[in-house]
Nanobody, 125 residues
């Protein structure tokens, strides 16, 4: 069973930066494409970024493009999300996730079978 644990959330002022981490166990991390999603109060969980299993491909939601960067270290079974120039509208619980099958590079939320518990990111104005 694949297990994911996020860390690195917190409170930051607008314009600041945070780096989220997601440690994965119970599976072959390097075989999975990975994604980050977020959910703000009263809103649906939405796609933020994805990365292929090798790390050679990434894509982003338009709302974070140019400010966020997804990366991974397959030797450490860890996924990252570097968030710069944060805005109050980035406030949400952030989740890392893995699709239900290996090497499946997708941004469709329903295709992700494994989820972390989430980490809160709050951006003050």
């Amino acid at each position: 069973q694949v297990q994911l644990v996020e860390s690195g959330g917190g409170l930051v002022q607008a314009g600041g930066s945070l780096r989220l981490s997601c440690t994965v166990s119970g599976g072959s991390f390097s075989s999975y494409a990975m994604g980050w999603f977020r959910q703000a109060p009263g809103k649906e969980r939405e796609f933020v970024a994805r990365i292929s299993s090798s790390g050679s491909s990434q894509s982003y939601a338009d709302s974070v493009k140019g400010r966020f960067s997804i990366s991974r270290n397959n030797a450490k079974d860890t996924l990252y999300l570097q968030m710069n120039s944060l805005k109050p509208e980035d406030t949400a619980v952030y989740y890392c996730a893995a699709p239900g099958r290996t090497r499946y590079y997708t941004q469709e939320r329903d295709e992700y079978a494994y989820w972390g518990q989430g980490t809160q990111v709050t951006v003050s104005s």
